[in-house]
């Protein structure tokens, strides 16, 4: 069974521009979480998706962050416009029910310049 | 992928020894506890978890202890080997109080195995 993907691995752009995220949840996960880890701190929780729905949105930090998932299949997330800030590892989780483990992608490294 | 983080505190270990990683989670209320492998270029790989109700649950090789009194978690790996090489990370959901299966993440502890 295949894990949860991310694409792209790596994105480097510049300060004001737009980028766009994407996970695969494992095939029947209905929960999908994004997560962050900036600069080496720890990861911090983004939003919880279940099926297309949005369960919970508060690690959002503003408004340049929009997830989507529609059909309840894969996500996106896109940061318009990027900010120096926002350089970071994206991780993406899936889990089948909202109390199951969560299974991690490998993450995106966005560098913002 | 990524590569872990330059100024984690590291846990240095004779390989066959046993490693013990420490962790102090924030929320009382927290109830269910997860250990997290992260090997550099993949994502977080569950470990083991335990649930409030629990002091102690055992894996293969490995051990979880829970310290809710002081809010404290561990992780014991028995005969540690090159491969347990990697950055642990602790989390926690504190689902009763927050209504949310988020998980809050500790910094995480680098595991050094020394051949």
């Known amino acids: 069974e295949a894990g949860v993907t991310q694409f792209p691995s790596h994105s480097v752009i510049e300060k004001g521009q737009t980028v766009t995220l994407r996970c695969d949840p494992i095939?029947?996960?209905?929960?999908l979480y994004w997560y962050r880890r900036v600069m080496g701190k720890e990861i911090k929780f983004l939003l919880h998706?279940?099926?297309?729905?949005?369960?919970?949105e508060s690690g959002m930090p503003n408004n340049r962050f929009l997830a989507e998932r529609t059909g309840g299949t894969y996500s996106t997330l896109k940061v318009q416009p990027a900010e120096l800030e926002d350089s970071g590892v994206y991780f993406c989780?899936?889990?089948?029910?909202?109390?199951?483990?969560?299974?991690f992608g490998p993450g995106t490294r966005l560098t913002v310049l | 992928g990524e590569s872990v983080g330059l100024h984690l505190p590291t846990l240095s270990v004779q390989e066959g020894d046993n490693s013990i990683i420490n962790c102090a989670y924030s929320?009382?209320?927290?109830?269910?506890f997860i250990w997290y492998k992260q090997e550099s270029g993949k994502g977080p790989q569950f470990i083991i978890d335990?649930?409030?109700?629990?002091d102690k649950r055992q894996g293969q090789r490995v051990t979880v202890l829970l310290n809710k009194t002081v809010k404290h978690l561990s992780l014991q790996i028995a005969a540690t080997q090159p491969g347990d090489s990697a950055v642990y990370f602790c989390?926690?959901?504190?689902?009763?109080?927050?209504?949310?299966?988020?998980?809050?993440f500790g910094t995480g502890t680098r595991l050094k195995v020394l051949a």
């Open positions: 929320n009382s209320a927290s109830d269910y």
């Open positions: 998706f279940v099926k297309e729905s949005k369960q919970d």
């Open positions: 095939s029947g996960h209905d929960n």
């Open positions: 989390a926690e959901n504190p689902f009763s109080t927050s209504g949310t299966y988020k998980y809050i």
């Open positions: 989780a899936s889990s089948q029910a909202n109390y199951n483990e969560q299974f």
């Open positions: 335990i649930r409030s109700n629990m």
